[in-house]
Structure formats: structure tokens, C-alpha cells
């Protein structure tokens, strides 16, 4: 009876384990389908009447996120006198921040667009949910979520920041976009055209015009008719084109996050594959006899085969169904954490598509198969003759052919990742196939290999366990402990496997993120001496008037924005980074040849390496097409060998704002103190322009770093979180061994209990083999992890990483943290073991 | 019958001692009413058929089981004011066991296995006794070994020197010649009358064979919960009498 409860323990152990991977994988794919449906019907509805659209064609590059020159506003008159033509109106999207009552600028998770909009009646799909459209210099209407979250209502003064500066407008209307009353992250600020014109800074100029068509005429003719009208520097396209393309970028980026959900699916679905695997491998060691017997009488060994699938397939089956349940959960769960980051995403059904289902069903089955095909063709090979003498079976089971075959695992493994990493065949597929494939096969090969030292380690470990203070193999608990890990090294080295996976991803990521960290450090503190940085926490930068507004204080000497743009060099896309020569003076760009004044004379600048590869020197040629399509031949002015802040490509802002009339944005200003000025005297000069621009920070140097720090911190923080995960069910992985060998030593711990063991003896002999397996995986992880973490920052490119630093205090956590895991997972089994009658575990079989 | 009261003097002693399952109808009593004492420096068996109560009342001496009514002493405690702590350390320090299946602990060695009682409770191994108990079974060339290295006879002989190794006040044997042939069993016995006779060891073992109980100095016969009958320095003819009469 005992038996079949811990066999159920266990079994939803293991259910648990394979029912989370599952939820991520279906997770992943429900949350980007109907993230997808619902952004394109929004994208859909925003669109409304507009039956065509003005804009300017790109050369190349990605539709969506172009930066297109502006159409001229006088092209109007001449569209609306085309027949058919119902209506004609400006678009104009820019930069507007939203001021809350406190002076702090709102925060979102998306842009923040001021428009020109003309209420209900217009062409797009916006719609009014109170109030009524802004009318006039000085009345702007707010999507509601950005009004509530700003903390304003109707009638309130909200102050905005544009392009042209801060203003007050009155919030007169609420606006929604489709069925919802957001902009899907965005907040958006609506003005009526003219007030738009002056406070976005169009001046006469719009991103592109809207085209409404008269009820029953062709759009096909109205088009042709429109394209006769315009230039080839201008182009008419299906109101639903654009709509699409925009809809397709935002697309991408939800897949980009549904593939790392994925990814993520899959290392706790490769943990889950070993929790598996060790389950099956107890329970058939439990069940030799009963499988011995059968094999007596008659079963073949490859029915029994079947029988352990057959479980596992019930198992997967189960498991997989619950599974996608969960997987409705999670991309629930994950809208509303993103809803609850202002994220407002249009209210989606979710959506399950039959290739959900099929995937979650090949992924949870496979998995659960894949790990029992081992432990069943060791149950196949069990000789009949052990249903009598159960120890002939047992050793039946120990032959293998295990070392070899991790061995060739192991260095298949490495060979592929080194393949992977630093021959990087076939591209991005190629660097993460070979490497993901060869990570797998090493995690394989460690996982197989282990079990030949998990004996020694664990060993090992209880004679250096609980350093400083009296070492476990010291006391009867811990030798206990210490020797019962040792007793069963496949047992420990699967179990301390499943953990070795979740801490090596930990340290791998802590090598790479500890050797970018120093990289970037060394590289800011050579190369850049400015006394302030202005960056925006914004979406889209900052406006050009503020590097003006700068420049124009007598306490600051040298500002300089950095502004960049997208061009072609040689048929491929790179980016163009344009300064102007004051930036010498802030940022170190060390030339090897050529001058910094020669990029005021239009001339471009260039690194070493992308010199190097296009044979380029000073007075030679590069042509240059800018997404407009325009043209340029630069000379190449000088060459320099350090890009930390650069970039690859240097140009005067003045031969970035001659080639593109796309509405310039800087990404940060660099600024240094006027000689004899204060250093608390130009602060507050610049704080005082700042103020103007609420999405504007500014920063000294060490601010400055600290917050290129800060930025990667937060992403290691949710990588780490993602980890945890993996960690969790390696933990349940423990926990369920723990239980296991509880319930096998039942006999034990009741003699034990009878010559005078204490319930507290016996629970901290339990715990400690806990954590002998949980250090012990630890040590594998750490040891997989490091020199992991160590070839992916060699392989990185230059521009990241260009000093290997290894993250000693990461280390030691994790070490700790370890013991902490062993803990956690042995309280279970513990507590069991402690509540054993004596008299009945002794007289256990 | 000859029924004594128990004296505080005795190694052990049960007093009005009744184990009770069940209620009612279904009341089963294990032991009824049971007053019996164990003088130290003595070698008693008890014996009876089965289901007659001799292992309850064993296991309720040696404080691995309660009683439902009435008291045990062990060394002239009373055992039902111990709570779970207390009990297991006056196990560890006063009692010891030897089991019919060896039940040695597999992970360590033989030498490990006879000083757990006291490696438990912390206390400084006393070398010369244990030499003395490690020579009395024998086990010299052996304490370095696993007991799957060793064989059913040897690893009981471990069994007795653990239960040597604490000098508890005495050691409690539960059929402990059942698993071996009659050499080593006669083997074990003989220690066991060797640890009463020189080492002055008080010895309870609970038996059902005749030739094992001859070994004892007195036999105590249970049925159906209650002392029947009282041999001593027994024969094992006269103990398979007395069995006889029981069972018919």
C-alpha cells in the first residue's frame, strides 16, 4: 500500500514536471497568436476609411520601421481635386510626452505620439470615448488609459513636451482605438491639424497623407490617377499596406518574446526529460521483481518494453493535457502582466490553433517517450530468474556501456559548440543550431559521465560539508548521509543532473553578462571624457532643440548630439552615426590616419575593421544610399580603431540633414564644461534647459555608467527569473529522489530509530544527503557553466566583449544557494522519515 | 503460576502490563494483565505460540511500543513517563538489540555498525571493551567489511557486539538464531550465554525454539496475552514439553 503511495507521489512529480514545459511551449504559441490576431484587427480598425496613402518610397531596409522623408502639405490641394476623392487629410506622427500633475513625464511601454486628428469624422478608425475632439491652439485629446494612468480628466490643463518644446493644452476628449481604450502601449496626444503643424514642429510638412475615396469609385482608378500627380520621390499605396506593415513589425517582436518563451520551454522541458527518466528508472528498480515474475511466466522482453512505454505514453498523454490548459494560463497571465505595465492590449480571445495542440502534444509525448525508452530497455533486460533472486536482477541492470558513450557525447558536443561558436557556418541558424544542438549533447555527456564520480564527489563533498565547522562525515548523521549518496551514484548523478542544467545556463549568463559589464566599462572609461550625458528614457529620443538649447549655454564648451541613421555601404545595410566635430572633444575616437575636421568638410570617418574588410583608406570613395534612395559619394575622411560609442560610420549631422528629410531624433548629447565654469554651476544650467524635456536624463559620467549597468542588470534579473524555472523543477527532481530513498531505507531508519537515533539526527541525515546531490550538481553546473560562459564571450564580437571577467560573487551564491535548494527539496522526505513507527519500519521488507 | 512482584532491582519488569487493539467486539488483547520481572545477570527466554504476546511484550519492555494499561521498568524507570526523546535516548544508553534479519545499517562497515549506538549518542568508545566484545564473536579480521561482504552468521555476530558495544543494562533478542543454520545459531546462543556468564550481561531473547531456550537460565511461557508457566535452568526437553502442553 506504501508502494503505491510513493509511486503516486511520484508520478505527479513527474506530471507536474513535463505539465509546465508544456504550458510554456502552448504558452508561447497561444499568447502570440492571439497577441497577433488582436494587433492586427486593431491595426485594421485604425485604419477606417483610409483608402490610399501618400508617402515616400524607401530604397531598402524594413517598410515598417523606415525613416521616410516627409511629404509636403501643399500636395493636398491637388489630391482632393482628384474625382472620387472625398477627402484629404495630414499625417503627422511625432514625439509628445505626456506631463503628469507631479512634473514627472508618463511612462509607457510603448511610444508617445502627439497627431493631428479630426475627430470621429475622420478617416482613421480613433474613436472619441468622452469629451470631443481638440479644436484649436490650445485643447488636445488623450487616449484614456494614458489620461488615467497620468492621473488627469476632462477639463484638466496637461502640460506635453514636443519637438518644439513643453506647452499647455486643455484635455478636452478621451480617445480609443478600436474596441480598446488605449493605444496598445502608445500614448497618444491628438491635436486638430494647425495645432498639430505648430506643436509637433512639422512646419508645412506631413509623414504622409490619408485618402478618403466617395462611395462607389474605384480605388484602382482614384490611385493611378494620384500616382500621375506626384513625383517619383512620392507614392501611393492601399490605406491597408501600411496598416499591415506596421502590424508585421510589431508581429515580429512578439515573436521574437514568444522565442524566448519557447527557449525557455525547452530547457525546463530537457530538465523536466531527466526528472522523467530518473522516476522510471526508480520505479522499475522497485517493480524488478513484479517484472521478473512476469518475464517468468512467459512475457517477452519486448512486451515488458512496451508495458514501460506504454505507462509513459498514459503519463504523456495526461501530462500534455494539462500541459496546454496551463499554457492558457501562462499567455494570460502574461497580458495581464503586460495590461498591468500600461500595456493595453486590445482584449484577445485566446487563441488555440490546432498547431498549438500538435506541438504541445509531439513536444510533452516525445519528451516523456524519449526519457522512459532508456529505463525500459533496462526493465526488457531483466532475467526472469530474479523474480526468485532479486539481486541477480540488480546487477543485470548495472551493465553499460556508459562511459564510452559519454565520452563520444561529451566531445561530440564540444565539437559542435566550438563549431558553432567560432566558425559560425550558415549564419544565425547555423551559430545557434550547432551550438544549441552541441550545448545539449555536452549537458548529455556530463549528465552519463557523472555517474562514474558521483560516488567520489559526493564523498568529497561531506568531508569538505559544512566547512568551516565540524565536517558531516564526523557525525553517524552525516556519514550516513554522505555514504547513502554514494550508494546510488546513477541515482545521484541524474537527480544532481536535472540541476546542473538550470545552474550552468546561471553561470554561463554570469560570465557573459560579468565580461560585457567590464568590457563596456573599460571601453567608457578610455574612450569618453564628456561631464554629461543626456540620453531620453523615451521611445524616440530626443528632439534636435534641446542639443540647440545646450549648445547655447555659456557654461557648457563643447555639446555635441549623436544622431543615426540608416544607409547602405556596399549593398548592405548598416548604421551611419552623425556628429558634429565637437564630439572629438567629448567622446575619444582615436584616429590611426586622417583628421577629425576633415568630417566638416563632409568627408566620413571610418573603423578599422570595416576598412579593413572594404580595402578602404583615407581619400578613397564610399558610396553611400540612404533609405530615401539618395545617393552620396563620400571621401573617407579618417579611420579610427575604437567604436564604443561611434559605431562603424561617422558623418556631420549636416550631411545626415542634406541626404534625409525624415524628422531627426538624437539618441543621446554629449556635453563637457566650459573651462573655469563650475562643475555645480553648469549642472544647474543644464537641469534647468532639462526641465523643458522630462523624458531627457542627464547624467554625469559615473550616473551615466551606472545606468548602462543598471539596464543590463534588469535584463540578467529576468533572465535569472526564467531560470529559476528550470531550478524549480531540478529542486522537485531532488525532493522526489529524496522521498524515494526514504521509502527504500524505511527498514533502516527504523533500526536506526531503535539503537537511538533522534527524529532530529535522522532528518538532518536526510537533509544532508540533500545537499551533498544538490552541491553536487551545483559543482557540475558551475563547471559546465564557467568555461561555457567563457567561449560564448570569446565568440563575441569585438564591440562587446573584449576581456573575459569571471563573476566570482555569482559563483559563491550559487554554491550557497545550492545548499539552500537541498534544503528546501529535503524538508519533504525529512519530515516523512521522521514520522516512521519505529516498530513497523523495522519489520518493513 | 508463579507470579512475582516485580522488584526495582530487576534489569526490566512489566507490572498489570495489558495491550489492547481494537475496541469493543474486535478487541484483541496482546497482552493481558502481564506482571513479570527480569533479574539482572540473567538469561531468559520467553516463549509461547504465536499470536501469545511475546514480541508485544518485548517490544513494550524496550520501549519500541506503549502499553494500554499498566507500567514498564527499565533499570527502575518507568517507562510510560518518557516522551519520544527520552525514550530514544534510554534505548540508546540502556537497551540493545539484536533482530532476527541482522538489520545492520548496508552503507557502513561492520566496526561502524557496533559503535553506532554509541557514535549516536556522542559517547567516547571505551577501546578496550570493545576489543574485549570484538574478540568474544570473533569479528577481529572482519571489521573493515560492508555486511553484504559478510555472511548471515557474521553479520548477526555483528548484531550481538553492537548490542555489547553500550553495555546496556540489557539487550533484547527477538528470535535471533531464525535466520541461520543450526551451527551459527548455536554459535550466536553460546555468545550470548558467554556475554551473561563473563561479562555479566542481563539478556531477554524471545524465542520459539527449544534448543534456543535451552540456553537460557530461565524460560518464561506466554499464551494468549498472559504468563502460563516458569522453567528454570531448562533442558530443551523440558521446555518442548511444556510447549507441547501449550499448544494441545
Known sequence: MRGVVARKFRIILTVFAIVSGVAFVSGAFMLTDSVKTAINSLFEELRGDIALEVRTPIAFGDEARAERDTVPAALVSGIAAVPGVSSVELNIERESTIVKPNGKPLKTSGPAFGISWLGQNGLDGRTILAGREARGPNEVAIDRVSAKRAGYVLGDTVTLVGPTGKQEFKLVGLTGTGKTSGGGGASICAFDPVTADAFLGAKGFADSIYVGLEKGASRSTVQKEIATLLTNKYEVIPGEQSAKEIAGAINDIIDIFGKLLLGFAAISLFVSAFLIFNTFAIIISQRLRELALLRAIGASSSQIRLMILGEALIIGIVATGFGILGGIGVSKGITALFNATGAAFPPATIAISMRTIIVALVVGIGVTVTAAMVPALRASKIPPVAAMRPEIGFTALQHSKRLVAGVVTLLVGITLLCLGLFIQPGGAIGILGASGLGAVLLFLGVASLSTSFAAPASAAISRILPFPLRPMTRSVAGRLASRNAQRTPRRTATTASALMIGLAMVSTVAVIAASVQKSFKDRLQGSVTADYYVTSDGFQGLPPVFAEKLAALSELGKVSPFRASTAQVNGESKQIGAVNVDMFSIVNVKLTSGSYASLAKGQILVHRDPARDLSLSVGSSVAITWQNGTSSNLTVGGIYDDSAVAGNWLVSLDVLSQASTAPPVDFFIGAKIADGVDIEEARIAVEIVAEEFPSAQVQDQAEFQKSQEDQLNQLLIIVYCLLVFAIGIAVLGIANTMALSVYERTREFGLLRAVGMSKRHLKRSVRWEAIIVSVFGASLGITVGVPLGIAVSIALPESFVTGISIPINTIVAVLLASIVVGIIAAIGPARRAAKLDVLEAISAI | ?248
Not at chain 2, 572482519?142 to 553479520?155: A, I
Not at chain 2, 556468564?197 to 498472559?226: C, E, S
Open chain 2, 1 to 248: 503460576m508463579t507470579s512475582t512482584t516485580p522488584t526495582l532491582v530487576a534489569a526490566a519488569a512489566a507490572l498489570n502490563a495489558s495491550k489492547i487493539y481494537g475496541k469493543d467486539d474486535s478487541e484483541v488483547r496482546a497482552l493481558d494483565d502481564v506482571t513479570v520481572d527480569f533479574a539482572e545477570g540473567q538469561f531468559t527466554a520467553i516463549m509461547g505460540p504465536s499470536g501469545s504476546g511475546k514480541s508485544t511484550l518485548m517490544h513494550c519492555l524496550a520501549g519500541l511500543d506503549t502499553l494500554t494499561l499498566g507500567k514498564v521498568f527499565i533499570d527502575g524507570t518507568d517507562l510510560s513517563g518518557l516522551n519520544d526523546r527520552e525514550l530514544t535516548v534510554l534505548r540508546r544508553e540502556q537497551v540493545g538489540f539484536i533482530f532476527q534479519a541482522y538489520n545492520l545499517i548496508p552503507t557502513l562497515t561492520a566496526l561502524e555498525n557496533i559503535t553506532l549506538p554509541l557514535d549516536l549518542g556522542g559517547v567516547d568508545i571505551d577501546e578496550a571493551w570493545l576489543n574485549e566484545v570484538v574478540s568474544a564473536v570473533k569479528l577481529e579480521s572482519r571489521l573493515t567489511h560492508r555486511p553484504s561482504e559478510l555472511s548471515g552468521g557474521q553479520q548477526q555476530r555483528v548484531a550481538v557486539a553492537r548490542a555489547l558495544a553500550s553495555r546496556p543494562k540489557i539487550i533484547f533478542a527477538d528470535e535471533p538464531t531464525g535466520n541461520l543454520d543450526s551451527r551459527s545459531g548455536a554459535e550466536i546462543l553460546s555468545f550470548m550465554r558467554h556475554a551473561v556468564n563473563d561479562l555479566g550481561q542481563t539478556i531477554v531473547m524471545v524465542t520459539h525454539d527449544p534448543v534456543a531456550a535451552a540456553y537460557a537460565d530461565r524460560v518464561v511461557f506466554l499464551a494468549d496475552g498472559k504468563v502460563v508457566d516458569e522453567v528454570t535452568s531448562p533442558t530443551s526437553e523440558q521446555v518442548l514439553d511444556r510447549m507441547k502442553k501449550l499448544g494441545s
